[in-house]
């Protein structure tokens, strides 16, 4: 089955700067790859998300970028917020007759932006 | 448009009792569904997912079940309830052709 695995566990910034935070997939057939924000004790919602046949898309100070050889796929924060400050999850949708549907998440990643 | 609601949005129950969590959806037909678990400072582990009705997959092997018994309805169960169960549930809906996964408040199980 689809396992993902995500780097790094906690990521500390000072404001302005930039964060980078990584995932790598096993399901060469997975197709979406979405990624979500959590505050603390609230829902995880989508930030941004890219499907497999594009390899970077940007939306303001957020981008991700895909590597379809490599399996791995990325989150970039530019000019980082205190607001910014929050659990990070990365996710892959699986394809095909045993995987259609299913969603996997990634282990999250805590950024703390420091002002 | 779509909602989801999940409740109980907390629940405290001791150890060896039952529990059953429910989720529904508003606003859309045959959605994918999912439940997830959070235990604290982890990530969101898949339980269960379905792509329709009565169509059930098992992610991991534990002492919960779900079952869906209408198209938007989707239940997670346990005959008895174990310490390790605590944490925070979500249940989740997808378009079956879409791709953004919409998540509900989730619900904060502690077991004593």
């Known amino acids: 089955g689809e396992n993902v695995e995500q780097h790094p566990s906690t990521l500390s910034v000072q404001e302005g700067d930039s964060a980078v935070i990584k995932c790598t997939y096993s399901d060469s057939a997975s197709n979406y790859f979405p990624w979500y924000k959590q505050e603390l004790g609230k829902r995880p919602q989508l930030i941004i998300d890219i499907r497999s046949n594009v390899g970077e898309k940007k939306d303001q100070r957020i981008a991700v970028t895909l590597n379809k050889t490599a399996k791995h796929f990325s989150l970039h924060i530019t000019e980082t917020q205190p607001e910014d400050s929050a659990v990070y999850f990365c996710?892959?949708?699986?394809?095909?007759?045993?995987?259609?549907?299913?969603?996997?998440f990634g282990q999250g990643t805590t950024l703390q932006v420091k002002p | 448009s779509q909602t989801i609601h999940q409740w109980p949005a907390t629940l405290v129950q001791p150890v060896g009792s039952p529990l059953s969590l429910e989720c529904t959806v508003e606003g859309t037909s045959n959605p994918n569904l999912y439940w997830y678990r959070q235990a604290a400072g982890r990530g969101l582990q898949l339980l269960f997912y379905s792509v329709g009705i009565g169509q059930i997959s098992s992610e991991v092997p534990q002492n919960l079940s779900a079952s869906r018994p209408q198209d938007r309805q989707f239940i997670l169960s346990s005959k008895k309830l174990l310490l390790s169960d605590s944490g925070f549930y979500l249940c989740a809906w997808r378009r079956t052709a879409g791709t953004e996964a919409f998540f509900g408040q989730g619900t904060r199980l502690t077991v004593v």
């Open positions: 996710a892959a949708r699986g394809y095909g007759s045993s995987n259609t549907g299913k969603l996997i």
